[in-house]
């Protein structure tokens, strides 16, 4: 006796890919991502210093996500090798975020409607403007099934976003420096989504802080840690904490980053405040 085949209708395996896609992210920790008036800052949760959830892809172009470690890992490297394809076979400023989000749309559609099980993932994908106007800068935020959303000044992902996007909501405004808008962030990501707990603060050492700023000249992303990042979360004047723009030189001192040691050797301090061309090579 033949056995009948099993059947599920269209709409209940969507659902319950779904339903399996959205319990998987939940389970992440948040992720920030803000603008303020130097460029566009990320801001997460992550308690590990080898497996990063911002990265950078591009020039002016971010990277952010939530969910399964190894599944937006693949997605971070296929989005590096579509931009540097795209920008040797044309031109750098041919490399856009809304075309990577476009990209990356239809490999997550694709996933979910064909493969076995869809990404647990959620990503941000994030473009610094040369100037200061909010309308310049541009985030995209991508779910699970390919859905894209055109994000205005701020985004949470992750199990928190919601109770993270309200207070957001509440305590952002254009123009905010980066001492500011991190101080309006990190409380947020430790405040207890259940209200069944207390909530918890965050360290520099739970934190993954970069940012987009568009004062460099071509690479803009760059990690923000230590005695800096401290300080910035830490300082009584939010509006005081301006970070230095200057362009790191390697072996040289990294205001921002707090990366390299002070130069003491006056000949090559001199070198240092030489001005960079687009020929020197530039530091991320």
């Known amino acids: 006796m033949s056995q009948m085949p099993f059947y599920v209708s269209p709409e209940q395996l969507m659902k319950d890919r779904a339903d399996y896609a959205r319990k998987g992210i939940s389970r992440g920790r948040s992720v920030v991502v803000v603008g303020y008036d130097g460029g566009i800052a990320f801001v997460a949760e992550n308690h590990s210093r080898a497996l990063h959830k911002v990265s950078e892809i591009y020039d002016r172009i971010g990277f952010a996500a939530v969910g399964k470690y190894n599944e937006f890992e693949n997605l971070r490297v296929a989005g590096v090798r579509y931009a540097d394809l795209r920008g040797y076979s044309y031109d750098r400023s041919d490399v856009t975020a809304r075309g990577l989000a476009n990209a990356y749309a239809q490999t997550l559609g694709t996933v979910f409607t064909q493969e076995s099980k869809p990404y647990e993932v959620e990503i941000v994908v994030a473009e ?72 918890r603060t965050l360290t520099d050492a739970q934190l993954e802080v970069a940012v987009l700023d568009r004062h460099r000249p071509r690479r803009t992303f760059r990690r923000v840690s230590g005695s800096l990042l401290r300080a910035l979360l830490n300082t009584d004047d939010p509006t005081s904490a301006v970070p230095s723009a200057d362009e790191p030189v390697p072996g040289h001192h990294d205001e921002l980053t707090g990366e390299g040691t002070a130069t003491t050797n006056p000949q090559t301090q001199r070198e240092h405040e030489q001005p960079a061309t687009d020929t020197d090579p530039q530091g991320s």
Do not use: C, K, N
């Open 128 to 199: 610094v403007g040369a100037d200061a106007d909010a309308d310049a800068d541009q985030i995209y935020r991508l779910t699970y099934d390919g859905s894209v959303a055109d994000e205005h000044g701020f985004v949470a992902m992750g199990g928190a976003a919601e109770g993270i996007s309200t207070g957001l909501a509440e305590g952002w405004s254009p123009g905010m420096s980066l001492a500011e808008v991190l101080q309006l962030a990190v409380p947020l990501l430790g405040r207890d989504a259940t209200g069944e707990g207390a909530d």
